[in-house]
């Protein structure tokens, strides 16, 4: 299992955040965390890969806690432009593959060739789409266990979407690795998840293979998701 | 991984402080190569050094500020989320830190203090004073001053990075979180200053008289001076790396 998760509370304050989290992932499959904003996604995010310590419950990355031992085996593209845009492309190439050995330098040359990415660029100077395709294709060039993907598709518009979901699963090995990744947009990665956990206030509302939820509620995931959050969204 | 952790450290603040010291040694080398040429060199001296007080006035302030930014905005901002996600140990992202501002530290107080030395020493031209300068710096009881100074520097920084991380580790009421992170920071500060006076009080200036004296060559080295700042500097370090472990990156 690469991700081991059993009796996860989070609470922001007095504010639960989380409640009863048990979600099992394993090798080779693509989950999509469903969800509208504030349901949790993030914060569910933000524990796995570390960034929040104070939870109750067990939460296990292969064989380690989330922590600098299971970071090497997590890819983790967060929300937010992560990656200090005082650096050229190419100096971040570097620094990713300085501190992660399951880098591949080539790989991620290659994409941001397809990208017309100029390497020597700082990112500070190129537009928020390109260096969102950079921190996509630095992330995407590990040969991580976990790739946890946070909104990857958020603020980007509908040709990027097509062109972000390509480099996902053109990248990512099956045989070895498996994607968390959180979307308020369903339709655009319906077809590529096999997995779906659905998130309101906290809790997991639903969750199972995609399949066999398209046939015990006899719709699509997105209808599902517009069905279940109307008055949430 | 800590020396390349450093490398990105020193290459993202390399330009404030180069060009802090850039300004400093084109200063020294203008009055320097001036002296020659003035008519009323006293005057020009006094003019000169006040300048040079209020530059570093303001360099200190802004190495203060680039101190502050490489720790605050590179862990606590965005930037944070890719450095609290390295498979690196936590505690190696603070040496990280404490090594670069003391690397700082160390660079822009030689360059100011050959700059001091080459505009206004200079006997027989600023290149003359310059190997002076050096001389100075390698005599044996500056080298002690380098490593005294270099231990209260490691305090300084590391109480100065506890008051930031102690701050930003508030949860809810960030104000009223960092106003009591910097009272506490003040009266920690307190304390080991009242450490210091408490030693120097009891035994006196005179270093072969005071206890917990070490003789080297020629020199004698008060370890009780030293060490209370290196120890009062990794309470500061342990308390860091404690609410590290703790840190809520939201």
């Known amino acids: 299992m690469i991700l081991d998760i059993k009796g996860l509370y989070k609470n922001y304050g007095k504010k639960p955040a989380l409640k009863d989290i048990n979600l099992q992932i394993p090798t080779g499959r693509i989950v999509g965390l469903l969800g509208p904003n504030g349901s949790g996604k993030t914060t569910l995010i933000k524990i796995i890969t570390g960034l929040l310590s104070q939870y109750s419950g067990t939460v296990k990355i292969g064989e380690n806690i989330p922590g600098h031992l299971a970071n090497a085996t997590i890819s983790y593209l967060p929300d937010k432009s992560h990656v200090p845009t005082w650096l050229t492309v190419s100096r971040a190439i570097t620094f990713f593959q300085d501190f992660y050995h399951d880098f591949n330098k080539e790989q991620a040359i290659s994409m941001l060739h397809s990208m017309n990415i100029p390497l020597d660029s700082r990112l500070k100077h190129l537009s928020r789409g390109q260096q969102e395709k950079v921190q996509l294709s630095l992330i995407m060039s590990r040969k991580a266990a976990l790739y946890v993907l946070d909104e990857p598709i958020g603020a980007v518009d509908p040709a990027s979407r097509d062109f972000i979901i390509d480099t996902i699963l053109k990248n990512y090995d099956s045989k070895h690795s498996s994607i968390l990744l959180s979307t308020h947009i369903i339709s655009d990665i319906e077809p590529m998840i096999d997995q779906a956990v659905f998130l ?31 008055n949430v969204v | 991984m800590l020396f390349k952790l450093l490398k990105y450290d020193l290459m993202y603040s390399k330009n404030k402080f180069l060009s802090m010291a850039g300004i400093l040694v084109a200063y020294a080398l203008i009055f ?75 660079f822009m107080t030689l360059v100011s203090a050959v700059a001091f030395v080459v505009a206004f020493f200079g006997q027989h031209g600023p290149f003359f004073a310059l190997s002076d300068a050096i001389d100075f710096l390698l005599d044996g009881t500056h080298v002690w001053l380098f490593i005294h100074m270099n231990a209260i520097g490691f305090f300084v920084i ?43 009080r009891t035994f006196g200036w005179a270093t072969q008289n005071q206890p917990l004296t070490v003789r080297i060559g020629n020199f004698d080295y008060n370890m009780f001076l030293l060490g209370s700042s290196i120890v ?10 404690k609410l590290y472990k703790r840190m809520e990156l939201r």
């Open chain 1, 200 to 230: 309101k206030e906290g809790e997991i509302f639903l969750q199972g293979e995609v399949d066999d939820i398209r046939e015990e509620k006899g719709s699509s995931l997105d209808e599902l998701f517009r069905e279940v959050f109307k």
């Open chain 2, 158 to 200: 590391s109480l100065f990075f506890a008051i930031i991380t102690l701050g930003h580790s508030a949860v809810k009421s960030r104000v009223v979180h960092s106003i009591v992170a910097v009272v506490l920071g003040i009266t920690y500060f307190i304390l080991w200053s009242e450490a210091q006076g408490w030693y120097i």
């Open chain 2, 232 to 241: 009062f500097g990794l309470v500061a370090c342990l308390a860091i790396i």
């Open chain 2, 32 to 106: 320097g190569f001036s002296v020659p040429f003035i008519q009323d060199l006293i005057f020009a001296n006094i003019s000169a050094m006040v300048l040079f007080g209020l530059i570093s006035m303001v360099i200190t302030k802004l190495s203060i500020i680039f101190v502050y930014q490489n720790y605050a905005k590179n862990l606590f901002s965005d930037h944070g989320y890719l450095m609290f996600t390295l498979p690196v140990k936590p505690y190696l992202l603070l040496v990280t830190k404490i090594f670069s501002a003391l690397i700082w530290l160390n």
